[in-house]
């Protein structure tokens, strides 16, 4: 759908660039990213050449664009994905061995569920996410999960536009959707039978941060048969307490991020704090 560009900011013109980008669709053409953006040719071309000299857009051989690896930096210092990722890394693992199929963790975006890892099996089930990818809450476990302790709002956001049935039995009126909220609330989890695929079933139940807040939803993905579900919640309900503990350890001050949360030893980032000292002593 194209959108005009005229009232809107320099900066949100170059984040529908930067937008036009997916896990899906990493290589765009300078047409393809104004049809994906919606923006005139020439304002896209000139974003795109500002983008490229920023580093924020790399120009390939072919003539196509991808993301620059300077987003790459950007994203990497983001605390909270830092801590949640490194965090629940262990938790997620342990979960994997047991379930032999797709173990992921998941936070909300507005009306999406935004994965920042996922871990698979090569025969597992099919899958419809990808670590950096999102999907409409309401069609995933583990967005459900977040929607369940999500603010009233959020909840009103998505029930206002259209909710995609991707099959029968996605979730797609907004009485459906608060029935399963509530029970969610009630018994801790959520067990998506056939939501996404028909041959699949997520369950997933939400993390806590260090104020009791539900930061991220740690789920499943297995096959979609007659095996009981709430083995597999109590599991993850188990890795999520665990997981809580660490992600309060480790990002429970606001300004300060344990080393833990940066995959560095203590020794390690006060070297790394000594050499960045003796570089701003040299002006470098």
Not at 91 to 111: C, N, S, Y
Not at 155 to 161: G, P
Not at 221 to 238: E, F, M, W, Y
Not at 271 to 282: G, V
Request: glycine share 8%; hydrophobic share 45%.
């Amino acid at each position: 759908m194209a959108h005009k560009s005229a009232g809107t900011s320099a900066l949100a013109r170059h984040l529908r660039v930067l937008d036009a980008f997916d896990p899906l669709h990493p290589f765009l053409t300078l047409t393809e990213i104004c049809r994906a953006a919606g923006l005139a040719p020439s304002t896209a071309h000139r974003l795109v050449g500002e983008l490229v000299r920023e580093g924020l857009l790399e120009r390939q051989d072919d003539r196509t664009y991808r993301l620059g690896v300077r987003l790459w930096e950007y994203a990497s210092r983001t605390p909270g994905a830092i801590g949640l990722r490194e965090a629940a890394r262990p938790w997620i693992d342990a979960v994997h061995r047991r379930v032999r199929q797709h173990t992921q963790l998941g936070i909300l975006q507005g009306t999406d569920v935004l994965f920042l890892e996922r871990v698979s099996w090569p025969d597992a089930v099919v899958n419809a996410t990808i670590i950096g990818g999102r999907v409409p809450a309401h069609v995933s476990s583990a967005g459900l999960a977040l929607l369940a302790h999500a603010p009233e709002g959020v909840v009103d956001a998505v029930v206002a536009k259209p909710m995609r049935k991707i099959t029968p039995r996605t979730i797609s009126s907004p009485d459906a959707l608060r029935r399963i909220l509530e029970e969610i609330r009630r018994d801790g989890f959520v067990v998506a039978d056939g939501f996404i695929h028909e041959q699949t079933r997520g369950i997933a139940v939400p993390l806590r941060g260090a104020a009791g807040e539900v930061v991220a939803a740690l789920g499943v993905v297995v096959p979609n048969d007659d095996s009981p579900s709430r083995p597999l919640a109590d599991l993850l309900t188990a890795a999520a307490v665990g997981a809580a503990r660490d992600v309060s350890r480790v990002t429970g001050h606001a300004h300060d991020v344990a080393p833990e949360a940066l995959g560095v030893s203590p020794r390690s980032l006060a070297y790394i704090a000594e050499l960045e000292r003796e570089a701003r002593a040299d002006g470098r």
